[in-house]
């Protein structure tokens, strides 16, 4: 079945430096959406991406969509402490009755 | 408030009890889905409903667990004969019908530990 998987798993930066996660599928996505989830909180939309290529920018935060559609990134700029949380990156299944989520990447930020 | 509503928010049964959940999503989505997070991990797929339908089933969801949403509104997820092994947070998310991308909007979830 399909695997996605995120990279690294944990990352300590100090404030004001940048952050960025990985996401690899095993196979070929249709989309791939970003999620948040704050300790203590559950999950938390961010953004979607479509498009083969395609990058969207949310103020500090660069999504990319690989060109194969099989792999995605989230950079975050000068991170700041209000950045903590875990990162997840997600795809659905062919049919979208399912979205397989990856492991996360749990960033700490120390002011 | 009218995001997704789950309770009990938390759960300590002993192993061996039976436990439900209950989750009531957003009024307008009739798309709805269980998934299971353990600590340090994503969120694991358990089952999907269109409306009233169960269309998908994890292959990791044993016969202990057994999901309904009845009239296509609130969904309930029982877990029978509680183990250690079930401790998790129990996560419901609803999207719209009518369109196949679209946020999961996620409930607050249901922690479960089984003593």
């Known amino acids: 079945g399909q695997q996605v998987m995120q990279i690294p798993q944990y990352q300590h930066v100090q404030e004001g430096e940048d952050f960025t996660t990985y996401c690899n599928s095993s196979t070929t996505l249709s989309n791939i959406q970003w999620y948040k989830q704050r300790p203590g909180g559950h999950p938390v939309f961010l953004i979607q991406?479509?498009?083969?290529?395609e990058v969207k920018k949310q103020k500090r935060l660069t999504f990319q969509f690989g060109e194969a559609k099989k792999n995605s990134s989230l950079h975050i700029t000068a991170t700041q402490t209000t950045d903590v949380g875990t990162y997840f990156c997600?795809?659905?299944?062919?049919?979208?009755?399912?979205?397989?989520f990856g492991s996360g990447t749990k960033l700490n930020v120390k002011p | 408030d009218t995001g997704v509503s789950q309770n009990p928010r938390h759960k300590i049964t002993k192993r061996g009890q039976n436990v439900t959940f209950r989750c009531d999503p957003i009024s307008e989505h009739n798309r709805l889905y269980w998934y299971r997070q353990t600590l340090g991990q994503g969120p694991e797929f358990l089952t999907y409903f269109q409306n009233e339908a169960q269309l998908e089933k994890s292959r990791l969801l044993s016969d202990r667990f057994s999901a309904e949403r009845p009239k296509g509104s609130f969904s309930t997820l029982e877990i029978q004969r509680t183990e250690q092994g079930d401790s998790a947070m129990y996560l419901c998310?609803?999207?719209?019908?009518?369109?196949?991308?679209?946020?999961?909007?996620f409930g607050e979830g249901s922690r479960l530990t089984v003593l």
């Open positions: 997600a795809g659905p299944e062919y049919n979208f009755n399912k979205f397989y």
């Open positions: 991406l479509v498009k083969s290529g």
């Open positions: 998310a609803s999207r719209p019908g009518g369109s196949n991308t679209g946020e999961l909007f």
